[in-house]
């Protein structure tokens, strides 16, 4: 499957974007879905996941009720909706696939098989 997002761009602190990220080739259902998020000198960092029906969603302590991930199956997108924004949110921020997962969806970056290219988001004070 291939994986681009976009949507991100700068905000100031306490405002709001929405991630989208659009899937291409594999039946996008047979996917549990996730964004992750690294800034600059730091390791890649779990934000959110989603179950391929979107009835199961997991979420980063930092983003928990700021951040809503969902998908819609019928246009092959998955999206992450930033709200009250914090200049430590800012981040290169990819979208992820984990094909078939056989349990619920993973926090874990290597649990998932293909990787979007990243896009930026950068939240100023």
């Known amino acids: 499957v291939q994986l681009q997002a976009s949507g991100g761009g700068l905000v100031q602190a306490g405002g709001s974007l929405r991630l989208s990220c659009a899937a291409s080739?594999?039946?996008?259902?047979?996917?549990?879905m996730g964004w992750f998020r690294q800034a600059p000198g730091k390791e890649r960092d779990f934000v959110a996941a989603i179950s391929w029906s979107g009835g199961s969603t997991d979420y980063a302590d930092s983003v928990k009720g700021r951040f809503t991930i969902s998908r819609d199956n019928a246009k092959n997108t998955v999206y992450l909706q930033m709200n009250s924004l914090k200049p430590e949110d800012t981040a290169v921020y990819y979208c992820?696939?984990?094909?078939?997962?056989?349990?619920?969806?993973?926090?874990?970056?290597?649990?998932?098989?293909?990787w979007g290219q990243g896009t930026q988001v950068t939240v100023s004070s």
């Open positions: 080739g594999r039946t996008f259902s047979t996917y549990a």
């Open positions: 992820a696939a984990d094909y078939l997962p056989a349990g619920p969806p993973s926090n874990w970056y290597r649990q998932y098989d293909y």
